[in-house]
């Protein structure tokens, strides 16, 4: 079966600013209370998305949620008018109204798990939107994420799109950030390899994706047991900063780049692998410390299949310039593998809150006939990509201090930008 892969990424929204909510992710704790730049923010994740145009990719966008979230607030008993619930709960409890302000929806790899047409039991894409528990500020989502799955994907003959898990932190589920699908191509039957940390092993930091939502996922896309894998984080990786499986692996078609500390086991995971998938290529960077795998973000990368052939790695530019990764990149495109090209994005202000490329972007396999059932106008092309240009030039913040996030003035430009960008999409 012919099928491509689209690359849903999300929009940074308005409201982009570091209050450093995410524990365990060292770059949102780094830079928290410093100034954000929501207009740069959007600005940069746009020209990540054209240049994926530009390589002959078709590219999708996920716009945000409006924030802050006053809906939110009124279940924990705020009460009045949106502006009359932002500033009780400011004044109230701040953390909680930071969490309210957090424009985390960018990172939609977090979005849900996507389950691909030849793997599923019904033959449909299944879509299962993450709850993301661990985290209040990203638990907020989870509904509004479900919604918009919805939205962007309406077709049911095509695709299931599934709500969050419930029961909270027992299945915490973080999306396909913890997902790898591993193929000939993405339309052949492929192997899904769930990576799940695990609670009772204590640290600093949360283990955030729960073995039973990856396995619950599993079962509501009617997955093949004898071709689905569950694989444990390493636990040095996590307390390392790799609170995703994807900031130590990826993984695209039959290439699996991963960093030697990224599983629990990897010698016994890549051998069951092999056994199911014979030309499986992993490729592991020996070279490379835990500690600049975290900071460069290298294995947060997008690896794509190029239309002409091969795979590129769209790397953050942290990772050129960090010189133990280039130099594990520059390793990789001279070793014997698919990977042939390295593509440098900007990403700056969504790397300093904690995500890189890949945090950015949604990744959605489909054939011809489930590309058409996708809402067109989530499916950028010249004239939707000056449009949503335009509208961030416009309305987006240009920046946002730690004090401004509670001044009513940024709270009705957040709803104008919102407002232009629901227009501008129709």
Same mark, same amino acid.
């Given at each position: 079966?012919?099928?491509?892969?689209?690359?849903?990424?999300?929009?940074?929204?308005?409201?982009?600013?570091?209050?450093?909510?995410?524990?365990?992710?060292?770059?949102?704790?780094?830079?928290?209370?410093?100034?954000?730049?929501?207009?740069?923010?959007?600005?940069?994740?746009?020209?990540?998305?054209?240049?994926?145009?530009?390589?002959?990719?078709?590219?999708?966008?996920?716009?945000?949620?409006?924030?802050?979230?006053?809906?939110?607030?009124?279940?924990?008993?705020?009460?009045?008018?949106?502006?009359?619930?932002?500033?009780?709960?400011?004044?109230?409890?701040?953390?909680?109204?930071?969490?309210?302000?957090?424009?985390?929806?960018?990172?939609?790899?977090?979005?849900?798990?996507?389950?691909?047409?030849?793997?599923?039991?019904?033959?449909?894409?299944?879509? #299962? $939107? %993450?709850?993301? @528990?661990?985290? =209040?500020?990203?638990?907020?989502? +989870?509904?509004?994420?479900? &919604?918009? !799955?919805? *939205?962007?994907?309406?077709?049911?003959?095509?695709?299931?799109?599934?709500?969050?898990?419930?029961?909270?932190?027992?299945?915490?589920?973080?999306?396909?950030?913890?997902?790898?699908?591993?193929?000939?191509?993405?339309?052949?039957?492929?192997?899904?390899?769930?990576?799940?940390?695990?609670?009772?092993?204590?640290?600093?930091?949360?283990?955030?994706?729960?073995?039973?939502?990856?396995?619950?996922?599993?079962?509501?896309?009617?997955?093949?047991?004898?071709?689905?894998?569950?694989?444990?984080?390493?636990?040095?990786?996590?307390?390392?900063?790799?609170?995703?499986?994807?900031? #130590? $692996? %990826?993984?695209? @078609?039959?290439? =699996?780049?991963?960093?030697?500390? +990224?599983?629990?086991?990897? &010698?016994? !995971?890549? *051998?069951?692998?092999?056994?199911?998938?014979?030309?499986?290529?992993?490729?592991?960077?020996?070279?490379?410390?835990?500690?600049?795998?975290?900071?460069?973000?290298?294995?947060?990368?997008?690896?794509?299949?190029?239309?002409?052939?091969?795979?590129?790695?769209?790397?953050?530019?942290?990772?050129?310039?960090?010189?133990?990764?280039?130099?594990?990149?520059?390793?990789?495109?001279?070793?014997?593998?698919?990977?042939?090209?390295?593509?440098?994005?900007?990403?700056?202000?969504?790397?300093?809150?904690?995500?890189?490329?890949?945090?950015?972007?949604?990744?959605?396999?489909?054939?011809? $006939? %489930?590309?058409?059932?996708?809402?067109?106008?989530?499916?950028?092309? +010249?004239?939707?990509?000056? &449009?949503?240009?335009?509208?961030?030039?416009?309305?987006?913040?240009?920046?946002?201090?730690?004090?401004?996030?509670?001044?009513?003035?940024?709270?009705?430009?957040?709803?104008?930008?919102?407002?232009?960008?629901?227009?501008?999409?129709?």
């Amino acid at each position: 079966m012919s099928a491509v892969e689209i690359n849903f990424d999300g929009l940074p929204g308005p409201t982009h600013n570091y209050a450093g909510l995410s524990a365990g992710n060292l770059a949102s704790q780094t830079h928290v209370g410093e100034a954000s730049h929501p207009r740069a923010a959007a600005l940069q994740g746009l020209a990540k998305m054209r240049t994926l145009m530009e390589l002959g990719l078709v590219q999708g966008f996920l716009p945000p949620p409006l924030r802050p979230a006053a809906q939110a607030l009124r279940a924990f008993g705020f009460a009045g008018s949106d502006d009359e619930v932002l500033a009780a709960a400011a004044e109230t409890d701040l953390a909680v109204f930071r969490a309210a302000c957090s424009a985390s929806s960018m990172w939609r790899a977090n979005a849900a798990t996507v389950l691909a047409a030849p793997d599923t039991g019904d033959g449909r894409v299944h879509l #299962a $939107a %993450a709850n993301l @528990a661990g985290m =209040l500020h990203r638990s907020f989502e +989870a509904e509004e994420t479900f &919604a918009l !799955l919805k *939205r962007v994907f309406p077709n049911e003959d095509r695709f299931a799109v599934h709500g969050p898990l419930p029961s909270g932190r027992h299945f915490g589920d973080e999306g396909g950030a913890n997902h790898m699908r591993l193929a000939a191509s993405h339309g052949a039957p492929g192997l899904n390899v769930f990576v799940h940390g695990e609670a009772s092993r204590g640290g600093a930091f949360p283990e955030r994706q729960s073995l039973r939502a990856s396995q619950a996922v599993a079962r509501l896309a009617g997955l093949d047991p004898a071709r689905t894998f569950y694989a444990l984080q390493n636990a040095e990786a996590v307390q390392a900063g790799a609170f995703h499986n994807d900031v #130590a $692996a %990826a993984a695209n @078609a039959n290439v =699996l780049l991963a960093h030697p500390q +990224a599983f629990a086991d990897p &010698a016994r !995971l890549y *051998r069951e692998l092999r056994g199911k998938l014979p030309n499986l290529k992993v490729v592991e960077t020996f070279a490379l410390s835990l500690a600049d795998a975290v900071s460069s973000y290298l294995f947060n990368s997008q690896l794509v299949s190029l239309p002409g052939g091969g795979m590129a790695l769209i790397l953050p530019s942290d990772a050129r310039e960090t010189a133990s990764a280039w130099a594990a990149v520059e390793a990789v495109l001279a070793g014997d593998n698919p990977i042939e090209r390295a593509v440098v994005v900007d990403v700056r202000e969504s790397m300093r809150n904690g995500g890189g490329p890949a945090c950015l972007r949604l990744r959605v396999p489909v054939d011809g $006939a %489930a590309q058409a059932g996708v809402d067109p106008r989530f499916i950028l092309d +010249a004239a939707r990509w000056e &449009a949503l240009a335009k509208v961030v030039e416009a309305h987006w913040p240009e920046t946002i201090a730690p004090d401004d996030l509670v001044k009513p003035d940024l709270w009705a430009q957040a709803r104008e930008a919102h407002a232009a960008l629901e227009a501008a999409i129709g």
